[in-house]
């Protein structure tokens, strides 16, 4: 074993490049019967990256001794940093400390400094302290306590190295609830740890028209494996965000790495490209209407529900844009949604005789079948219009409600930003 707290070696081992391995274990029945959600991991995993740590693995585990046991001495192997979140506290339950002492072999000592802390708060709070949270004091023996000041449970900081392996490990163990969590690790273990000798730059650019895998096909090369910067591609609610992480040991370059790849994507994707950062397709749309001194009126059937209007009404900014919304409920004069195209073009035609609107959006009423496969589709139109165009769009697919309804509006503010943007350029194949 190596002393707690020395610097950490030259990157060795299963590290690859100059890039640092770190993992994250939660601890918790709790956890992984669902009766609490782990937002722990989220939160230190962007902590780390920001810090130019990579982030390889995520894991959560019951109170079982054996298999934390394991769990640890398989981190430690792996990674140069694991960072543990619950399992501290006075129960017996609460298994991180004795799970530590086993996996390196070190007895569990009573931390004097740790138990006159825990007795102070108990005094402060005007309690008596019961003879079972002594134990909260406890630490292997070349572990260093990391004070925690908002509750009764210390941290835990030390560095040991697994049997067979070539590389030694952190590892910080801390309360699992947030509140002391995350001033815990602010505090006392951020500024303790490795320097990584990277710096990153993240972006994240936010696309809506292609699916994951047409994306990927037309991203190409992009989406590798070890590749620096590297690009993952997530989807949620029919947005496509790919993530660009640069990394390089100076910001300038990572920056500069991070930018080229980002011009690539526009390159390829084109105009599905509408956004950074975490910017939401009725932002963009709100934002082009504003620059345009233009109105959207929005008459919305069962595809979308009101969805549009929602979304319209959040913000006085968008609120500004919108001349009129209108919800109906069933079909629109008893027309199906084979006959809607029709009834929906003539009800625009009135609208602008009457509205300072520019644009309208029209959703149709939404028809549920099941296909000669079995498959259960939602079948819906969405309809973009001015005064002198009308296009409609089908929006049918199978899946839930929600999804449904969030994809058809976000197909209708989509083409209402290409009308806005008639000059973008396509995709590049």
Not at 7 to 26: C, F, K, Q, R, V
Not at 157 to 186: N, T, W, Y
Request: glycine share 8%; with cysteine; aromatic share 4%.
């Amino acid at each position: 074993m190596t002393s707690a707290l020395n610097p950490l070696p030259p990157l060795s081992g299963n590290n690859t490049g100059n890039t640092m391995l770190a993992e994250i274990l939660t601890i918790g029945s709790e956890l992984t019967y669902g009766a609490r959600l782990d937002t722990n991991s989220q939160w230190l995993s962007r902590e780390l990256e920001a810090l130019g740590w990579t982030v390889a693995r995520h894991t959560t585990l019951a109170d079982t001794l054996p298999d934390l046991v394991a769990e640890l001495r398989m981190a430690a192997a792996r990674s140069r940093m694991l960072l543990i979140t619950g399992g501290l506290g006075p129960t017996l339950d609460d298994l991180t400390r004795e799970a530590l002492a086993e996996a390196f072999q070190q007895p569990l000592v009573r931390d004097a400094e740790s138990v006159r802390r825990i007795e102070a708060l108990f005094a402060a709070r005007g309690r008596s302290m019961p003879e079972r949270n002594l134990c909260q004091a406890d630490r292997p023996e070349s572990a260093e306590a990391i004070p925690n000041d908002c509750g009764t449970a210390p941290g835990i900081l030390m560095q040991v190295r697994s049997s067979g392996s070539d590389h030694d490990c952190l590892i910080g163990a801390m309360p699992g609830v947030p509140a002391e969590m995350k001033p815990m690790f602010l505090q006392s273990i951020r500024p303790r740890l490795p320097a990584s000798g990277l710096q990153l730059c993240r972006k994240v650019i936010r696309t809506f028209g292609y699916g994951e895998s047409e994306a990927e096909r037309l991203l190409r090369d992009l989406t590798a494996r070890g590749r620096n910067p590297e690009v993952g591609i997530t989807a949620s609610k029919a947005v496509i965000s790919l993530w660009i992480s640069a990394r390089s040991p100076s910001l300038e370059t990572s920056q500069q790495l991070c930018q080229e790849t980002e011009d690539t994507i526009r390159e390829r994707l084109g105009r599905a490209v509408y956004g950074e950062g975490d910017v939401e397709l009725h932002e963009v749309v709100t934002g082009l209407l504003q620059l345009q001194s233009l109105k959207v009126a929005l008459v919305e059937g069962g595809t979308t529900g009101g969805l549009l209007a929602q979304w319209f009404t959040e913000h006085p900014a968008a609120d500004a844009v919108l001349e009129q919304a209108t919800v109906l409920p069933g079909s629109w004069s008893g027309a199906g949604l084979k006959h809607w195209p029709a009834v929906a073009q003539d009800a625009a035609a009135g609208m602008f005789s009457n509205l300072d609107a520019a644009c309208l959006l029209l959703t149709s009423p939404c028809e549920d079948e099941v296909d000669a496969t079995g498959v259960h589709v939602r079948r819906g139109l969405v309809a973009v219009a001015t005064p002198g165009t009308f296009q409609t769009f089908d929006v049918s697919m199978s899946g839930n409600l929600a999804i449904f309804r969030q994809r058809a509006a976000r197909t209708a503010l989509n083409q209402l930003r290409l009308l806005l943007q008639p000059d973008l350029p396509p995709a590049v194949a």
